[in-house]
């Protein structure tokens, strides 16, 4: 069976910090993957979304960037964090049916 | 524009009860509809996936409706109980797109 492994689970970090969040799905190759960011109180936000190695898409131009260096791995990176980056960030991944299906989110929380 | 609205935005129901939460979505032309349970601080879980030609679909005690012509969906838990507590999410995509539209979810507290 399909899993995805999210992590950290948590993390507080420093304005100006870097930041480097993975996720890894496990049973299924070629996935398609994503990450989004979910805020109190708002719908979640799609940041990125890739369907292959190498294939990154931007939906909202921001202070991160992602990376898919392998076909199961991806990563939400940051070189200088800000305060507006705090949230709750999830990863997913899809089947070929477009079901959808999300990580157990990282809490990524700026000072 | 392509939004999807949910109400109400909070319920709060005693343990046993019965409840209904409400989407409506003004995505068009339309490919299916989710419905997904949030608990707090975790990853949306699946409930129902409903295409453009299901009326109803159940999973447990969780029912979903969909009107595909007055872009109206529903989601009913019968009997519910204290693991209902979670957000609950209404996911509509459009067709011809990978593009999923969020709502923002109504949080459903149940008490015994």
């Known amino acids: 069976s399909q899993t995805i492994h999210q992590w950290p689970a948590t993390l507080v970090q420093p304005v100006g910090s870097p930041l480097s969040l993975e996720c890894t799905v496990e049973?299924?190759?070629?996935?398609?993957l994503y990450w989004y960011r979910q805020a109190a109180g708002r719908g979640l936000q799609l940041l990125f979304y890739s369907v292959g190695i190498g294939q990154i898409s931007s939906e909202v131009p921001q202070n991160l960037s992602a990376s898919r260096p392998q076909d199961r791995q991806f990563i939400l990176s940051s070189k200088k964090l800000l305060l507006s980056d705090s949230g709750f960030y999830l990863c997913?991944?899809?089947?070929?049916?477009?079901?959808?299906?999300f990580g157990e989110g990282s809490r990524l929380t700026v000072l | 524009k392509n939004q999807v609205e949910q109400s109400p935005q909070s319920l709060i129901i005693l343990e046993g009860k019965n409840c209904t939460l409400q989407?409506?979505?003004?995505?068009?032309?339309?490919?299916?509809l989710r419905w997904y349970k949030q608990d707090t601080g975790r990853g949306p879980v699946s409930l129902t996936i409903?295409?453009?030609?299901?009326n109803t679909k159940s999973n447990g005690r969780y029912t979903a409706t969909l009107d595909a012509d007055t872009k109206q969906s529903s989601l009913h838990i019968t009997a519910s109980q204290l693991s209902d507590s979670a957000s609950y999410i209404c996911?509509?995509?459009?067709?011809?797109?990978?593009?999923?539209?969020f709502g923002t979810g109504t949080r459903l507290q149940v008490f015994p």
């Open positions: 409903m295409t453009f030609s299901e």
């Open positions: 997913a991944w899809s089947t070929n049916t477009g079901e959808l299906f």
């Open positions: 996911v509509v995509s459009g067709l011809n797109t990978d593009k999923l539209i």
């Open positions: 049973g299924t190759s070629n996935p398609n």
């Open positions: 989407c409506n979505y003004t995505v068009s032309p339309f490919s299916n």
